[in-house]
């Protein structure tokens, strides 16, 4: 019965991509779910580990563990806010601000991937139909 619903069906696709991008990744050096955490800094270079939680709505000890692990591969450090002793900012290293070209090309091949058997109304339908969900 639970392989008949939409559920299952969206689960397993979900399973299949994780899969797939996690194995594109490997190449350059990063786990999946890393990117996200780039990402955020790719658009704001120097957040707090705290505004990288909320904005990546996350466990505290997600982001520390993903923080601590991108450092000891050399694609960020952290250094404290000369404002603030006891707050440690996040910042890309020449490393990390390398590999943004490469995991936005993995990503937008995973997204043609996905969309490869729509035709164009169909892609269109299915992005607003994505983006509206919960």
């Known amino acids: 019965m639970l392989e008949e619903t939409l ?3 969206l689960i397993m696709v979900m ?3 994780r899969n797939r991008m996690a194995a594109a990744l490997v190449p350059l050096g990063l786990h999946s779910g890393q990117e996200l955490l780039l990402n955020q800094l ?3 270079d120097g957040l707090t580990q705290t505004e990288l939680i909320r904005r990546l709505g996350v466990e505290p000890p997600t982001v520390t563990k993903t923080v601590q692990r991108l450092e000891r591969a050399g694609f960020l450090h952290r250094s404290p806010d ?3 002793p006891r707050v440690s900012r996040v910042w890309l290293t020449d490393a990390g601000k390398a590999v943004r070209e490469p995991v936005e090309q993995i990503w937008t091949r995973m ?3 996905l969309l490869s058997a729509f035709d164009p109304d169909e892609r269109d339908m299915f992005g607003r139909l994505l983006r509206a969900m919960p």
């Open 7 to 9: 559920t299952y069906a």
């Open 15 to 17: 399973k299949t991509k």
């Open 42 to 44: 790719w658009q704001e």
């Open 82 to 84: 000369p404002d603030r």
């Open 111 to 113: 997204d043609e991937e």
